[in-house]
């Protein structure tokens, strides 16, 4: 006699139906997650919620986490089993290693939910991963700029997470010490934090590898367009900085709208002055901040189409002219950013130019201050435009665990991290999502944004650290009154095409 089966949708819904009542018996258990069948973590709801973050979702902003944390790096992964209330779901695909990150674990209202997409599995119940786990040695990652100590934790979390092994250093300069290394034959790192400006010495050194494998769509095209070089990408956009004016609420009472301009600006400056006060300073030896005004003035962008950065343009002309003249009036006094920072935080002058990343350490010292993007230049109708710094992870080419490496890539360019890290240190996060989420808890995006829309990024070219060593000098020639500024631009221009030329 053949014994008879029930049906199969009869049988998951009488499993279904004792997975939902031993969670209500058990509500602190989450779900279980399993990696070819065997179990990886029971994770509590307790925990969960500890390690969500704000996620924007086709509803609404949620909070959650990305799937990706609670696996290990994994080479590839062809298939994703997932049972809820409404019964099972499957994705199947060879590229599912990579999507990973897409699929995230949402708080719901009575449980977990699985959300890919504008697909939402509702009160999980488990969810089995088939896919191979990598089994790399140590990962080391090199760190550098502020937040090294944050960084730190937020690797050390996805590593307690994921059970990768992870070594962060921090390394000042991390540029000149792999070429070193390379040079001397020694192991480099198998990530490491660059600046935009890096990358053609570190790809001429043939040190890179580049990232075109990696989903760099949720990151911001201008972020991209930092690390892109001859069609390729070559570090991960992490954060980036912008240039604002920092001014002093005691003395500008009134703070400046988004559209004002360089009239507006000189009316405030001679108010300040006739009360006593030094107006407006920042460092004007540095062609950092030449080059913003140089844009405002006409410079069509801070690269040539060759590559390189002209500094003679009739943009920089009328800019350097622009900014003598402020000297003169007595509105603008020249001063290194040691100086220039004391003298805001005691008072002595009204406003500065600087970096956003200026912004936590005049809370932490409880400055009363106010932040505003750069103005208009009233004689072009075009904004003195705010250079972007970005900062990204790249792989080198000597990695030991490439899979690791990329999974960690993937991860800090993630909306968790990236909210968690900017928020901490006042950056601007590459992950458009993570920007989204910064709209309501960062009381300075209003103005961080405007600079970002009209700013520039510093270009991953040659042309930009000749232009910005030789013109530290040059600048100071002209300041000083020992050359006059179009003899002074002309002669930074010879040294310039003579530099490059010898690279």
Not at 18 to 35: Q, Y
Not at 104 to 126: K, P, V
Not at 277 to 288: D, E, F, G, I, T
Request: net charge neutral.
């Amino acid at each position: 006699m053949t014994r008879s089966h029930p049906p199969r949708r009869l049988a998951l819904s009488v499993v279904m139906a004792l997975v939902l009542a031993l969670a209500a018996i058990f509500p602190a258990l989450g779900f279980e997650i399993r990696l070819n069948g065997v179990a990886r973590s029971m994770l509590s709801d307790e925990r969960l919620r500890a390690l969500s973050y704000s996620i924007p979702t086709p509803a609404s902003m949620e909070r959650g986490l990305a799937l990706s944390e609670l696996l290990p790096p994994l080479i590839e992964a062809w298939q994703i089993d997932c049972l809820g209330s409404g019964g099972a779901k499957s994705w199947t695909g060879e590229d599912l290693a990579d999507r990973l990150p897409e699929f995230y674990l949402i708080q719901g209202a009575e449980g977990w939910d699985l959300l890919h997409g504008d697909t939402r599995i509702r009160f999980l119940a488990s969810i089995d991963v088939k896919g191979d786990a990598s089994h790399e040695g140590e990962l080391e990652v090199w760190l550098s700029w502020e937040g090294v100590p944050e960084l730190k934790a937020e690797i050390q979390r996805w590593a307690s997470l994921t059970g990768a092994k992870v070594r962060a250093v921090d390394v000042p300069d991390t540029r000149s010490k792999l070429l070193a290394v390379q040079r001397g034959g020694g192991r480099g790192p198998d990530l490491l934090m660059i600046q935009s400006d890096n990358v053609p010495d570190l790809i001429q050194a043939q040190a890179l590898q580049p990232l075109d494998r990696i989903d760099a769509s949720g990151l911001d095209p201008k972020g991209r367009a930092a690390f892109g070089l001859d069609g390729r990408l070559w570090a991960m956009p992490f954060y980036f900085d912008t240039q604002l004016v920092f001014y002093d609420k005691k003395q500008v009472k009134a703070p400046p709208d988004m559209g004002w301009t360089t009239a507006d600006l000189e009316i405030l400056a001679a108010g300040i002055r006739a009360g006593g006060k030094k107006p407006l300073s920042w460092n004007v030896y540095s062609a950092y901040w030449l080059l913003s005004f140089a844009m405002g003035f006409g410079k069509p962008a801070i690269a040539d189409p060759d590559g390189g950065v002209r500094p003679d343009d009739p943009g920089t002309k009328r800019g350097v002219a622009w900014i003598l003249a402020m000297i003169d009036k007595g509105y603008l006094e020249p001063l290194e950013r040691d100086a220039m920072v004391g003298r805001f935080a005691s008072g002595d002058i009204a406003m500065i130019l600087s970096g956003s990343y200026s912004i936590p350490e005049f809370e932490r010292i409880g400055l009363d201050f106010g932040v505003a993007p750069y103005p208009v230049v009233s004689a072009t109708g075009k904004p003195i435009v705010p250079l972007l710094d970005y900062k990204g992870f790249a792989m080198t080419r000597t990695t030991k665990a490439p899979v690791s490496a990329r999974r960690l890539i993937e991860h800090l360019s993630g909306i968790g991290v990236q909210q968690r890290f900017t928020a901490a240190l006042s950056k601007l996060p590459a992950n458009s999502g993570a920007w989204k989420v910064s709209e309501k808890s960062n009381r300075y995006h209003a103005v961080l944004a405007r600079s970002a829309e009209i700013g520039a990024v510093i270009p991953p070219s040659s042309g930009y650290s000749a232009y910005k060593n030789t013109m530290w000098k040059i600048l100071r020639f002209i300041l000083a009154g020992s050359m006059k500024p179009d003899a002074a631009l002309a002669e930074a221009r010879r040294l310039i095409d003579a530099n490059l030329a010898e690279r």
